[in-house]
């Protein structure tokens, strides 16, 4: 014990060395300390362990590589458990719930940052509360769930008001509610907010505070820009360059420029302002991290500009980035899902239409196994479907109508868990598209629809035994019984039929429940518009069988929603997310939410 302790204690102060004075050298002594952390017997948890792990996971994100800090930081929440401390729970939950986010895992960053609410609740912790808050904004704000980053940033300001501590978090959430309502088009509150922002940044002086600053006077720029205040606009384009001048960042620099090339559009001079917006895509091209910003510049500078064609090339660059980040995001979370759950990841392949289907199905197994990917699939649709329980409610229908036509459980069950990731490639597509108001056009809806092939590619590399019916319906869902669909213009029986099974279903709920771009068609009108399409759009027979299922079903079902989404109450992410609605909805009825 005493050796043990010992050890972690020199761990301990070597890695608070590297954290305080990092050096060339540090990411090399990091990970060999890392190394003796995992080498080390797992048994007895203790305090020290656990800080040991948050410290090597701390130094892996600000180095800027936040992948590797998921494990330690997940085996120092396993750490706190097993000592029962509360305290250190909590900490641990937020910062790998910032891991998570960062990482492109929104569900299982908000199952932390819920547990971590939770915690501080009981424990009264009001500096706990709002850094947990603030940091569940801004996961929210990265996965373009803005209405709910808002709520999460007032209540990180209400707490604030109360917690002289917080108060350094005030001008980083005021700017992140600013940055939201740019994207909902709310621009008096993203103005008040931003203004808000600068008096609560005050004179910047570190490197850091710095950079805050020029992002909040680029997001002034923007705003003044949506109501044609060029002026204004000019000067916070001005005030963001100084001060990224003076911040030595490179960050900084990248949101300066790309804020002058959008000004200057804008103004007038289209030459220059593209010219500019071009050395930023060039450098972020190289430096990565704010490749997405400099892209979706670029989109609304040549939209404004008038040159549609040169907009769809950045475009696809864009839905290009995403999908390769995305994916791969998801599969390195999905292998670290498997081995937390100890399988062999050893034994992953990429699957192909002949191969990974020959192993006895185990449904318990399976659904542990993509328990994961079904949680992305919900979070690809929450912007479609703020409820989530969508993917449930399409699986359910989707499996009562394969035993209509005859299929035996084991294939019901495979449709049901297959349905269920039918969406999971939105993931891959941008939200400046899937979150855009109004209508898209017809080059950006090709784009949308490039989830179907995302979806299915992503299914395909995770390997897991029994997925190619999931990939089936992934990539073929909108196939056309007429052959006008996509991705392959398949028609009639060519189409897999779980695929023609989930196409209906899907039609049928998204009919009959409301969506950003249209209210939802009465139970009788979606059927009959269902009908109309038979032999077009959808197997005649099939839907012959499935108009009778769901009037059988509804006679039955009083709630049908509540009867086809029963499962969706067990999904972890899905009960969090009521968890932190609660909380939320709880501190607005107590005034809790702060005003703007």
């Not at 009919?511 to 009959?528: I, K, V």
Request: a negative charge; glycine letters at 6%; one cysteine or more.
């Amino acid at each position: 014990m005493d050796t043990l302790h010992q050890e972690l204690s020199r761990l301990s102060a070597r890695l608070k060395e590297e954290l305080a004075h990092p050096t060339s050298d540090s990411v090399v002594r990091v990970a060999a300390a890392h190394n003796a952390l995992r080498a080390l017997p797992p048994a007895p948890a203790s305090e020290l362990r656990a800080e040991c792990l948050l410290d090597v996971a701390h130094y892996f994100y600000v180095s800027g590589q936040t992948m590797l800090a998921v494990e330690p930081a997940g085996k120092a929440v396993d750490c706190a458990r097993a000592l029962g401390d509360q305290r250190l729970l909590r900490k641990s939950l937020t910062f790998l719930g910032v891991f998570l986010a960062d990482t492109g895992n929104v569900p299982g960053a908000v199952e932390c940052y819920a547990s971590a609410l939770d915690l501080a609740h009981r424990t009264q912790d009001l500096l706990a509360e709002g850094s947990v808050w603030n940091n569940l904004g801004v996961s929210l704000l990265y996965s373009a769930q803005y209405a709910d980053a808002i709520r999460c940033f007032r209540r990180t300001l209400a707490l604030a008001s109360r917690e002289p501590a917080l108060q350094p978090l005030t001008g980083p959430a005021l700017s992140n509610i600013a940055v939201a309502s740019l994207h909902t088009e709310d621009f008096a509150t993203g103005l008040r907010s931003a203004g808000a922002a600068v008096q609560a940044l005050g004179s910047p002086g570190s490197a850091n505070e710095l950079l805050h600053r020029v992002n909040v006077e680029a997001t002034l720029s923007r705003l003044q820009l949506e109501l044609d205040d060029l002026a204004a606009a000019q000067a916070h384009c001005e005030a963001a360059r100084d001060y990224a001048s003076r911040s030595h960042s490179q960050r900084a620099e990248q949101a300066a420029m790309i804020a002058e090339g959008l000004y200057e559009v804008y103004a007038g001079r289209t030459d220059i302002g593209l010219t500019r917006l071009q050395s930023a895509l060039q450098q972020a091209r190289v430096f990565k991290f704010s490749l997405r910003d400099a892209l979706i510049a670029m989109v609304k500078a040549h939209d404004y500009a008038g040159k549609p064609q040169l907009a769809l090339i950045h475009l696809r660059e864009l839905l290009n980035v995403t999908r390769k980040t995305q994916q791969e995001r998801a599969l390195v979370h999905n292998r670290m899902h498997l081995e937390r759950l100890g399988f062999d990841v050893a034994q992953v392949q990429p699957t192909t239409a002949a191969g990974a289907q020959d192993a006895t199905l185990n449904r318990e197994r399976f659904v542990a196994q993509t328990a994961l990917l079904v949680r992305q699939a919900i979070a690809a649709e929450l912007i479609e479907d703020p409820s989530g329980e969508h993917v449930f409610r399409v699986g359910k229908l989707s499996a009562l109508l394969g035993a209509e036509l005859g299929h035996d459980e084991d294939t019901c069950f495979m449709i049901e868990m297959s349905a269920r990731l039918h969406d999971i490639g939105k993931i891959g597509v941008p939200e400046a598209i899937i979150a855009k108001r109004g209508v898209i056009d017809p080059d950006q809806r090709s784009l949308v629809q490039r989830h179907a092939s995302i979806g299915a590619e992503l299914l395909a590399r995770s390997g897991l035994p029994h997925i190619q019916m999931a990939a089936d319906v992934a990539r073929h869902h909108h196939e056309k019984w007429d052959g006008s669909g996509y991705a392959d213009g398949l028609a009639m029986e060519a189409i897999p039929e779980a695929a023609r099974i989930v196409a209906l279903v899907d039609s049928f709920d998204a009919m009959t429940h409301d969506r950003p771009y249209r209210p939802a068609l009465s139970f009788d009108r979606a059927l009959q518009e269902i009908e109309a399409a038979a032999g077009t759009k959808f197997d005649p027979g099939m839907t012959t069988r499935f108009i009778a299922l769901v009037r059988r079903l509804a006679a039955e079902h009083a709630d049908l929603d509540g009867f086809l989404g029963v499962d969706a109450q067990d999904s972890p992410f899905i009960r969090a997310r009521r968890k932190i609605a609660e909380a939320l909805q709880q501190a607005k009825d107590s005034g809790g939410l702060a005003g703007i």
